[in-house]
């Protein structure tokens, strides 16, 4: 079936840490990718989408490059800041297979320190 | 643009008591959607309509959850005879389909606690 794998957390980190979590998916036909970000008591925002191979989607220093050859999506950031401490979801939908809905990650929480 | 608002924030109810809980989409949006988070988890897919059509159901939505978006604009879920199990943040996002572009934005949800 379709799914989604992230890295588990937490994952802590000190300012101006260089930031990686790893996301990798299966799915039966060509998935648009996204990572949503979550603070606490809120809804999901979305951080960043990819729609085909290659594509590089970027938000807020925030960068993930869709590699089809080795299904991820990992999420990077070079310097990272105490307001970026939330928890981060990956997630696939496929439009002509499912309708669309979101496949969702069980999520990586991101704590920053100063 | 006002965003996905979902009303209410927070609810507490009894174990056996009906809740409704409310979205209001992104206007224009066509595509309404309807997941569930439990703690520590992502979101689970409901169910979600196109227009006014419901187009999909989870083997989650059990019989005693009903979803509708009866001019398709904005849309409730109801939950009869609420269980401790259906404890969870109910999420609703909205979307406007256009060829494989969907990409779809998040009200702030609404929590539902029971008793």
């Known amino acids: 079936g379709n799914s989604v794998t992230q890295m588990e957390g937490p994952v802590t980190l000190s300012e101006e840490a260089f930031l990686t979590i790893n996301c990798t998916y299966t799915a039966t036909g060509y998935p648009s990718l996204f990572w949503y970000v979550q603070y606490p008591g809120e809804g999901l925002q979305l951080l960043l989408k990819?729609?085909?191979?290659?594509d590089k989607g970027s938000n807020k220093g925030f960068e993930a490059t869709y590699r089809k050859e080795t299904t991820s999506f990992h999420l990077e950031k070079g310097s990272v800041q105490v307001s970026d401490s939330a928890v981060y979801f990956c997630?696939?939908?496929?439009?002509?297979?499912?309708?669309?809905?979101?496949?969702f990650g069980q999520g990586t929480e991101l704590s920053v320190k100063p | 643009d006002t965003g996905v608002s979902q009303d209410p924030r927070h609810k507490i109810t009894k174990r056996g008591q009906n809740v409704t809980f409310r979205c209001d989409p992104i206007s224009e949006h066509n595509r309404l959607y309807w997941y569930r988070q439990t703690l520590g988890q992502g979101p689970e897919f409901l169910t979600y309509f196109q227009n006014e059509a419901q187009l999909e159901k989870s083997r989650l939505l059990s019989d005693r959850f009903s979803a509708e978006r009866p001019k398709g604009s904005f849309s409730t879920l109801e939950i009869q005879r609420t269980e401790q199990g259906d404890s969870a943040m109910y999420l609703c996002?909205?979307?406007?389909?256009?060829?494989?572009?969907?990409?779809?934005?998040f009200g702030p949800g609404t929590r539902l606690t029971v008793l």
């Open positions: 996002a909205s979307s406007f389909l256009a060829g494989v572009e969907d990409t779809q934005y």
């Open positions: 997630a696939l939908t496929l439009i002509y297979n499912q309708g669309g809905k979101l496949i």
């Open positions: 990819a729609t085909k191979a290659d």
